[in-house]
């Protein structure tokens, strides 16, 4: 499941996607097949459609061509929204990537004396267009990894950071010593099972913290909805707030008012973050018509 971080005008762009069953979690079919759309960053529409099925049932996927007669722009960044319906519940997830006229220039596979092989999988299936990168002083270079979970550098000896990132997985970092020609595998972890939310006009959203591509554990997620504003109920909701600290795998999850059940005020929440008790990140957003939603990197 997940989005590349980056298209190349003139290439294709695939993203996929799986439907859980919102009371087990397991992977489960979608009641039709899910809708998806692109926006820019000025939140105009790009494009949008219906996702084709997967290779497993409850898998779906999309390409779509990176193109200016599709609206793509070099440098700018898009929002990829996926919406689908499991026994009537309704959930998705969004995913951001760039578009570039060419392979940015950070994607070098270095030129040191060791090659050294990286697969990244979820622990049994490869997982495709992970973000790989491996960091010593001053020294960065950034592979994506192929449809086998495959990649290669050519790195001298030393202790290299490894930072490993892909939409709709989380990966906590490491160090991988390189004194010979390596052959490493990485296992990612999928987005953990999102709660059902408790009640009809609530979102269970989930939120995901990292520095330098690393998932940050126990910092402090707080949503704060800014002002007035009242229920479909009458309910009024005067600067409603709630918290979460994130787990190992950078993760959050808050149960926030669905925007369309707001009928007076704004719904805007201002969603903090805190790290060893300083604020690093402030973001506002509204909640979705949706019993549960992703909302990935927070920084």
Known sequence: MGCP?????GQNLVFSFY?????????????????????????????????????????????????????????????VCIEATVDGDAGGVTYEFT????????????????????TVDDGSDPIESALVRFTKGT?????NTNASGNCTFNLDDGTWTVAISRAGYTYSGTTQVVDGNETVTYSM????????????TLCTVQ????????????????????GINQAADGTILSNEESSDTTDAQGVAELQLVQK?????????YEITVEIDEKPVASKDTTIPNQDTYLFEDLL
């Open 189 to 200: 972890t999928a987005w953990p099972t999102i709660t059902v939310p408790d009640g009809p």
């Open 207 to 226: 939120f995901r913290v990292k520095l330098s591509d690393t998932a940050v554990a126990g910092a402090v997620c707080t949503a704060k909805l800014k």
């Open 5 to 9: 971080g980056f298209a190349i005008i």
């Open 99 to 118: 578009a570039y006229t060419n392979v940015p220039s950070e994607m070098n596979s270095g030129n040191g004396a060791r090659t050294v092989t990286v």
């Open 139 to 143: 020294e960065t270079y950034v592979q």
């Open 260 to 268: 369309g059940t707001i009928v007076k005020g704004n719904g805007i």
């Open 19 to 79: 439907t859980h069953d919102p009371d087990t979690g397991a992977i489960t079919a979608a009641s039709s097949a899910p809708n998806y759309w692109i926006r820019d960053e000025d939140d105009g529409a790009v494009l949008n459609g219906t996702m084709d099925n997967g290779l497993r049932t409850g898998s779906y996927r999309k390409k779509v061509a990176i193109t200016t007669g599709n609206g793509f722009a070099h440098g700018k960044t898009y929002t």
